[in-house]
Structures are given as C-alpha cells and as structure tokens.
C-alpha cells in the first residue's frame, strides 16, 4: 500500500479486460468504469463501500495468492488479476442473495438479483415477508457521514440488528432532510410530508415546515433551515426564503438591474 | 507494599542503583509466606486466608521477619487456595482460614510439614513436598506465567526485584528500534492471540508505515467461554505488559500506547491502572523514559463485553468511541488503523514475551517450540478435566500430554471425548488425534486453531451436536451482524442444530450444514464469521456418527439431548437412599423409600413418571449407586 502514492495510477486486469485507473479506486469502480456489473448493496458512488452485504464478492489473484475478497472495498492494485464470474464466485453471490431474500423478502432490489442469479429460495423461511432492510447501513452512513449529524445508526448485534434513532425514540437531531431516504437502495426509510409537518416515519419523528419569510408557504423543514444557515452563515438569508421567492427575488434584481443600465 | 519509595528515575544506573537496594532488603527477609489471589483462589475463599495471615503473623509478631505477598494466579486453579512457603518452597493446596494458626506453629516456626494439606501426585499417588515435584507443574515451562508468584500486582519493587524493566534500560541504552525488531523477527515470536502472524514482520510494517502518529495497542478482550490466559498475566504481572509495549513503542516509533480490556475483568483494570501510575512516577513511563529522550504513555480502554470487539478493526473502532464493527483489512491497520493512523495490536501474552526475547535472546527463544511455532503457550485448561487452571507449556507439546499429565486426566474415571482448541470459533479434536503437537499450522489443519489458548475437555457425557450447538449459539449471539453470511448463516446454522438435537433433523440438514458452513467461511468479512463455522465442521468431521444417530435413529449417544432421552431407574441397582426423590423439582419421581420397621423393613424402588419428568438430569447426578440410566 504505502509505495503507492496517490498521484500514481495501476493497471490491472478484469475478467480478462486490462483497465489502468489510479491507485485507491476499488476493484468495483474500475469494473464498473469497462462495463462489467459487479451487484453491490452497500455501496454507492457518494459513499463507497461499506464492505458489509457481501453480494460484491470476487475473486482476486493477488502476490501469487488466490483469494475471495468484496470488491466495493478492495483497493486496485498493479498485476491484480480479478475474476467476477468464477464458479466459487457465483456460488457465494447466489447463497449471500439467499439469506437476504429471507431477511428482507419485500426488497424489490433483492428480488430482481435473486432472479438475476437465480437464487430464488430464501435461505429460510421469512419472519416478515413485508420486511425491506437489508442492513446494508447507507441511511447510518448518509447520516453520520455526509451530513454529520448522526440522527441514526445501528443497535443491537447479530440478528438483533437494527437501524433506528437512540432507543427508538422520536429524534431531537433528525433534520427530516430525507438525504437517508434518497440513499436506500431497498426503499425501507418512509417519509410523509403533511400540511405542518414532514414526518419521518421510520424514524417516529416529525419536524415542522419553516414558513417563508415572504410569502409564508411551507417549504423546508424547520431543521434543516436551521442547520443550512450554521453551515453556510453566508447564504443564511437565502435560506429562509422558499425557492419560489427566491426567483421571484432573483429576477426582480435583474429587472432592477437592466432598468438603471438603461437609465444610463 | 503498594508504594514506591523512590524518586523518578532520571538515567540507567538509577534503575540499576534502585533494584539493587530493592535486592538487598530483600536479602534480609528470611522467609516469604507467598497466597495466591487469583480469581479461582478467591472463588475458593483465599481472602479468608490472606485475612488470617495477616492477623497471626502480627499476633505472633512476626511481621517483620515473614514477609506476606499475595499475588495472582498460580495456574493449579483447581486446588485453590495455594500458599507456598519460601525458601524451602513447600506447598500447600486447598487451605482454609481455619489451617492458618497451624501452619504458622509447625512450619513457619518448627518447619514440620502439614502433611493433610500437602499435594498427593495422581500418577504416584505419593505425597510431595514442593511445588516443583507437583505433577501439573512438572510438564510446564512457565516463563511468562511463572513470575506471578513472584510478584505483588501491586508493588513495581517485586517486579523490580526479579528483573523488570532491565529489558526496556536495555532496549532503549544499548539497542537501536531497528536491531529491537531484527530481535524480535529472528525469536520467531508469533502473535498469541490467534492469527499467528510474525511478531517482528508487524512491528516491520508499522514501523515502515508513512503518517505520525503511531500507535501500540494491547489486546486484553479476551472473550472466550472459559478462557483466562490473558486475564491471569494482567492481574498478575501487570508491568510484563507494560514493558513489552514500551519496547515495541520504541522500535515501531509510537509515543502512545491503549490497553484495550473487557470491563468483566475489574481487576485487570485496576491492577493496569496501578501499574500504570507507578511506572510513571518511576519514570518508566511518560516524558524521556529513563532520561534517554524516548516518550511513551499508556491509556486504558474499557470494552463493553462485546466478543467482537477482539477483532482488531472492531477494537479500534470501539476505542475511538464507535460501535465495535470490523473493517475489512485490505489495508493493514499497520498502515490505516486506530484514528487513521499506523497502529501495532498485539494480544496481552504476546507483548509479555517480549522483555523476555530482549533479555535473553532470540536464540534462546527460538531453541523453544517447533519449527515455525516458537517459544511457549499459555492454555487455560477447563471442563471435563481433574486439574483445572491455567497451564504454560512449550510449543510443540502434543496434546494428551497436556490432558493426561498436566491435567490429571478426566474426572470419575470417565472416558475422554474430544478437546475444543481455539476459543468457540476453533475446532474439536477427536482421541484419536491426540498426539498433534500444539503448532499453528498443525492445529489449522486438524480444522481447529491456535486461537488465544482455550482448551476445554469433553468426556464420553459430552454430546457433539449439543456441544455445536452452544458454541454456534454464542457465536450468533456475538455476531456483530455487519455481514450478511455471519449475521444470517449462524442463525441458520443454529436452527438445523436446534433442530437435530431435538430429533427432528434429516439428512439433508447435515449437506445442508457443510454447505452453508463453506458459504460461511468464504463470504464472511472479519475472522469471526470466517471461524464461526468451525465447531459445526470439526465435530461433523470428527463425530459425524453422532450426527447420524441423532438424525437418523433419533438417538443422543451421549444422552444429553433432552427430546432424545428418557431416564428410568433400575430397580435391581436402586437402594432406595430416596437421594433422586429429593433431587427431581417436578416431583416426578415415586417409591425410593424404605417402607415399615425391623425385619419387617423393605426397600421399595423409585419409579419415575415420564409424563411429569423434565429431564433436568438431576436425578441422574445425584444418584451414588449408577441406578438411573439413560436412554
């Protein structure tokens, strides 16, 4: 790892396919970049892997040495040779598709691979065939990650695992942003904007609209506007104006503009 | 004995000047009354006995000629409380509060033996005098282990006294990190905690590794069912671990060290933290370490119980103050680890090693062991076995050397049946393969491992599937459920297990088993779920007749398996004692009495109501006559 810099980049193969990318892409996004469809769960462009579904398992040839490893994760590394389709490849893919489907049998992603892959039995009968979390852990990285407010994350181990707010209880932090619900690949993260409020339902928390300070329509969550304006104090009028009257706003100066050049 | 009665050590020859005015006050002490305090001594009440020293020694006025140190654990956990008297080193076994006056009248003053208290050798069958002549012991090799009798946990002077912290003054005056590291890499010091990975290669890479700082991180999770390897060396040797660190610290280039340790063990803690403290007003930690220019601390961490949290990846995310999930480790936590930064885990045993390697040699190390397993390990020795405790044998000892010799054998003349190695995750080993060397790679093959040294024996009332099935149960239960193959294959792991031990497994469950055992293994992402399969593979492959006759004839060999068994007394065999009435809950059981007086007086049988009896086993274990069978 440490001779490589970050400036350098390493050529490798893929199926057969040489491909050069720079050093610290993973054997998934280099993949991805000729073409070849590794499934993965867990990962996503914003975030990269989480290294956790293991539906992206592929098999490398790496120092001599042949090894089964998740490709959302594996960095690309010169002369490595990645093999996605082998038979013990496929064997994996289609037993970890299994226990999903049985976790998360209402997944329509995970429905479409198991037909993809053939796997269509669940691996044991379904506790709750309406169940769609797959734990794959975007909404907790979105959350503490990206947003950095960490309304969300894991409780529990094992088959107790659970995505939720602390305890379960309504969130004093949850912006209502809905960022969590965007990143979900199952569909799991409910969420119903209703007249005063957005409420989070998965989440058992509602957060008021912010009204605009001009035309005093709903547009934002309350939170969030908040949030928005400690972020970025610059823009912190901005933020309390709905869109609408933000143009509106915009296209008044413009007209306001033009009408003194003109006078000059 | 607790504080240190020195100023903060500036330069070498003060710890050399210290350590030997330490060893000429020692000199004067004539005899030395040595209690072990160890965890299974105080299970057994040695507080009592320490209390009852102290109290008669000062009535007798004795203090200050007998001196009293209690320390950790002695390792023959099984006949605790241990007391062993220097300089003859006489020792006595299973002594109680009320044995104290005696022996201070008859051996501390009149030196006569005790003889009711002395060991008797289950080989000889003779009565021996010293610890050494003990037969548990006379196998062990107990250089990491054997300085805990040495040793007050408490007082760094009795670490001092037998040599600590020569190896660090050695270190870090004649010693550059480079040559430390070369010494380490040739002792062939592999890591104890169960990977097994070179020592000094590790060291190597942190050390290689580009970013500042660096990190050196202690192992003490350890979270096995029935181990307490680690445990043993922290509570009782606490500066073996502490110098160990130091030493690597130095090599790698770290200035900051953590103690990762479970929360279960209070005392590790406490005794750490003393440790600690002292070692820094001694300036054997802190700023310019014995005036050489060198600075390193220690933290300690305290982990929540949680068996995951041993996994490297997981204990350090666990001391950066987030949940205790692995990472995968394509790149080395020597390059990315504890805060992003270049991080060196060793395992508590691991890094107690080390002040040795440094003052005696590589060579001398490397002459211990095998070819690739070198120096010795430590196993806590537990379950169906005459000596429980704690054993220090050289690598390369073959297993039943360590069951029948050290250990004493099984207990009540009963068969063995197999030995689990490698913590709940390792592999049980069959009779037949007794005579395997303990090795790293010898035990993989068998399908179990080294693991950080449990060792549990199992004899012939021990059910294979049912012991597979408490072991697959804990693992789902320590599954941190990261991964889908960990968190979702020893879930059904465990179901077909359940399902077989209560008789209602079919043949395909045992495929079933194997395949999903290899999906298991291949998929998973920290060593946790890569091992979990191990207990269900090793007994299949061991003891798959066991298997088979719980699928297919519904039968429990072992007679454990309690939808599989019935208990019925023999009524020729019974002598009506009415001990089995006594023991049943459910009052299951009829008759077992002696009706009528004088000649008139008949033993009437005791019966048990199948429809009322829960198989509890109680019965069963109370009976002295072997009356209740199991079917």
């Known amino acids: 790892m440490s001779e490589e810099t970050t400036n350098s980049t390493v050529k490798l193969s893929i199926d057969g396919q040489e491909i050069t990318v720079e050093a610290g892409t993973t054997v998934l996004e280099a993949a991805r970049r000729i073409g070849i469809d590794i499934p993965a769960l867990c990962y996503h462009p914003v975030l990269g892997g989480a290294g956790a579904c293991r539906v992206c398992l592929v098999e490398v040839v790496a120092w001599g040495r042949r090894r089964m490893v998740t490709s959302c994760v594996y960095p690309a590394r010169e002369g490595l040779e990645v093999y996605t389709n082998t038979e013990k490849v496929l064997r994996s893919r289609r037993a970890v598709i299994a226990m999903l489907l049985a976790k998360a049998p209402a997944a329509k992603v995970v429905q479409e691979l198991a037909k993809k892959y053939g796997s269509t039995e669940p691996a044991y009968e379904p506790s709750d065939p309406e169940a769609r979390c797959i734990l794959c852990g975007q909404c907790v990285r979105t959350c503490n990650e990206l947003i950095k407010v960490g309304a969300v994350n894991f409780a529990h181990r094992g088959q107790e695992r659970k995505v939720g707010t602390p305890y379960n209880a309504t969130s004093d932090v949850c912006l209502a942003c809905g960022a969590c619900q965007n990143l979900c690949p199952t569909g799991n993260i409910r969420i119903r904007d209703k007249r005063d409020l957005r409420a989070m339902l998965t989440w058992h928390t509602d957060v008021p609209w912010n009204k605009c300070s001009k035309c005093g329509q709903s547009y934002l969550p309350a939170r969030l506007v908040e949030f928005l304006k400690q972020q970025c104090p610059v823009a912190a009028e901005l933020v309390t104006i709905c869109p609408r009257c933000r143009r509106e706003g915009t296209a008044e100066s413009f007209v306001q503009a033009s009408v003194l050049a003109d006078d000059e | ?631």
């Not at chain 2, 430590?378 to 360590?402: C, H, Y």
């Not at chain 2, 699928?551 to 009524?571: H, N, Q, W």
Request: glycine share 12%; hydrophobic share 35%.
């Open chain 2, 1 to 631: 004995m607790s504080t240190v009665a020195s100023e903060k050590l500036t330069g070498f020859a003060d710890l050399d000047a210290l350590r030997s005015s330490i060893q000429a006050q020692r000199e004067k002490i004539e005899t030395t009354v040595v209690l072990c305090g160890g965890p299974g001594c105080q299970a057994y009440g040695c507080k009592a006995v320490i209390e009852a020293f102290r109290e008669a020694l000062d009535d007798e006025g004795l203090e200050e000629s007998v001196q009293l140190r209690v320390t950790g654990c002695h390792g023959f956990c099984e006949r605790g409380p241990l007391v062993v008297i220097r300089p003859a080193g006489t020792f006595y076994q299973g002594v109680t509060a009320e044995d104290v006056p005696e022996i201070i009248q008859k051996t501390l003053k009149n030196n006569q033996l005790l003889d009711r208290l002395l060991y008797v050798n289950a080989q000889t069958s003779q009565k021996v005098q010293t610890e050494k002549e003990v037969d548990f012991y006379a196998y062990q090799q107990r250089i990491i282990s054997g300085a805990n009798e040495e040793i007050d946990p408490e007082c760094i002077e009795d670490y001092l006294a037998v040599g600590g912290y020569s190896a660090l003054a050695k270190a870090l005056s004649q010693m550059k990190p480079d040559q430390i590291i070369e010494q380490i890499t040739e002792s062939g010091l592999r890591g104890r905690g169960g990977g097994g990975f070179l020592t000094g290669r590790k060291w190597q890479s942190c050390r290689n590794a580009q970013g500042q700082p660096k990190y050196v991180l202690c192992n003490g999770d350890e979270g096995d069912p029935g181990a307490f390897m680690d445990r043993t060396i922290m509570e009782g040797n606490p500066h073996s671990v502490l110098e160990g660190m130091c030493i690597g610290a130095y090599a790698i280039g770290s200035n900051q060290g953590y103690i990762y340790v479970r929360d279960e063990y209070p005392l590790a803690v406490e005794n750490l933290g003393i440790a600690i403290q002292q070692a820094r007003e001694l300036g054997l930690l802190g700023e310019n370490i014995l005036g050489s220019g060198f600075d390193f601390d220690i933290r300690i961490n305290r982990g929540a119980g949680a068996f995951v949290c041993g996994e490297s990846t997981a204990l350090m995310a666990s001391i950066e103050g987030k949940i205790g999930d692995p990472r995968a480790k394509y790149i080395h936590t020597t390059d990315v680890g504890l805060f992003g930064k270049p991080s060196n885990l060793n395992n508590v045993e691991t890094w107690a090693n080390v002040p040795q390697i440094i003052n005696r040699g590589p060579d001398w190390f490397s002459s211990l062991g095998t070819e690739h397993s070198k120096g010795t390990k430590v196993f806590s020795l537990v379950g169906k076995i005459n000596n429980t405790g704690l054993v220090e044998v050289p690598m390369g000892i073959i297993l039943r050397d360590i069951i029948f010799k050290i250990g004493g054998g099984i207990p009540n003349g009963k068969k063995f049946k197999a030995v689990q190695i490698g913590g709940p995750s390792g592999g049980c080993i069959p009779e037949t393969l007794l005579d395997t060397p303990v090795d790293y790679e010898q035990l993989t093959d068998l399908g179990a491992m080294m693991g950080s040294g449990g060792l549990i024996v199992m004899d012939q009332d021990t059910c294979m599937v049912d012991i597979a099935r408490y072991f697959m149960n804990f693992l789902c239960e320590e599954s941190c459920g990261k991964c889908t193959p960990c968190r979702e294959g020893t879930k059904i792991m465990l179901d077909i297990l359940t399902r077989i031990c209560q008789g209602q497994g079919t043949p395909e469950d045992m495929e079933q088993l194997e395949t999903l055992g290899e999906d298991v293994q291949t998929a998973s992402l920290c060593g946790l779920g890569t091992s979990a399969p191990n207990p269900v593979l090793s007994t299949l492959r061991y003891f798959r007749d066991e298997y088979e006759a719980h699928v297919k004839d519904k039968r429990c060999p072992a007679g454990v398996c309690r939808e599989l068994i019935s208990f019925s007394v023999t009524p020729e065999a019974c002598t009506s004692c009415s001990l089995c009435v006594k023991a049943c809950p459910v009052e299951a059981i009829s008759g077992g009495t002696r009706k009528g007086k004088g000649k008139e007086r008949t033993k009437v049988p005791a019966v048990i109501d199948q429809d009322k009896c829960i198989k509890c086993r109680a019965c069963y274990e109370a009976c002295k006559f072997n009356a209740v069978a199991v079917s």
